[in-house]
Antibody, heavy 123, light 107 residues
Framework: QVQLVESGGGVVQPGRSLRLSCAAS????????MHWVRQAPGKGLVWVAV????????YYADSVKGRSTISRDNSKNTLYLQMNSLRVEDTAVYYC????????????????WGRGTLVTVSS | DIQMTQSPSSLSASVGDRVTITCRAS??????LNWYQQKPGKAPNLLIY???SLQSGVPSRFSGSGSGTDFTLTISSLQPEDFATYYC?????????FGQGTKLEIK
């Protein structure tokens, strides 16, 4: 079954750390660029970070840059997001998403999403 | 960063109505524009990619058009299951920015 399953969310105090995981199954994980997207309660979708197929290239939203690290273990078919120095405004559902498409054909898109994991930052 | 602006932010419509949602990019993004549908408590679901290509399994009442900076999502005849929030997203560059969303409600 082709799916992504996030885990690792929970309630954490401001300033603490959390590592999110995204387990992939049913497809060749190492062939895909992977993203994290978050959604604060009642708000819209916000892109967080991206990692290339082999993990050699990573980019972050300004809101998490310097505090978060995206990584992947292709041998374990798992994507990670290490989040440090958490802030109240990091409270959100975090989704991992698979990017598919052919850039040369003018299409790149997120065709597979996990169900999300909720991170609540509160004292 | 490329900014994506959707309009309207919310919309009330009836079953059977034709509905159009617009999305404008702050600079040209060619056809690197995607549309997603999200229902409460669920992950987003891809509807349209490359501005006008219908994702497999998505009903044909959904269609997309546009290129450059201006894009539209059209639902030709609203069905009860279409009441949800819709997001556009540019995939021309990183960060892959989303519009703020359009909430489609039942009139």
């Amino acid at each position: 079954q082709v799916q992504l399953v996030e885990s690792g969310g929970g309630v954490v105090q401001p300033g603490r750390s959390l590592r999110l995981s995204c387990a992939a199954s049913g497809f060749t994980f190492s062939s895909y660029v992977m993203h994290w997207v978050r959604q604060a309660p009642g708000k819209g979708l916000v892109w967080v970070a991206v990692i290339s197929y082999d993990g050699s290239n990573k980019y972050y939203a300004d809101s998490v840059k310097g505090r978060s690290t995206i990584s992947r273990d292709n041998s374990k078919n798992t994507l990670y997001l290490q989040m440090n120095s958490l802030r109240v405004e990091d409270t959100a559902v975090y989704y991992c998403a698979r990017e598919t498409g052919i850039a040369a054909a003018g299409s790149r898109y997120f065709d597979l999403w996990g169900r999300g994991t909720l991170v609540t930052v509160s004292s | 960063d490329i900014q994506m602006t959707q309009s309207p932010s919310s919309l009330s419509a009836s079953v059977g109505d034709r509905v159009t949602i617009t999305c404008r990019a702050s600079q040209s993004i060619s056809s690197y524009l995607n549309w997603y549908q999200q229902k409460p408590g669920k992950a987003p679901n891809l509807l349209i990619y490359g501005a006008s290509s219908l994702q497999s399994g998505v009903p044909s009442r959904f269609s997309g058009s546009g290129s450059g900076t201006d894009f539209t999502l059209t639902i030709s005849s609203l069905q009860p299951e279409d009441f949800a929030t819709y997001y556009c997203q540019q995939s021309y560059s990183t960060p892959r920015t989303f519009g703020q969303g359009t909430k489609l409600e039942i009139k």
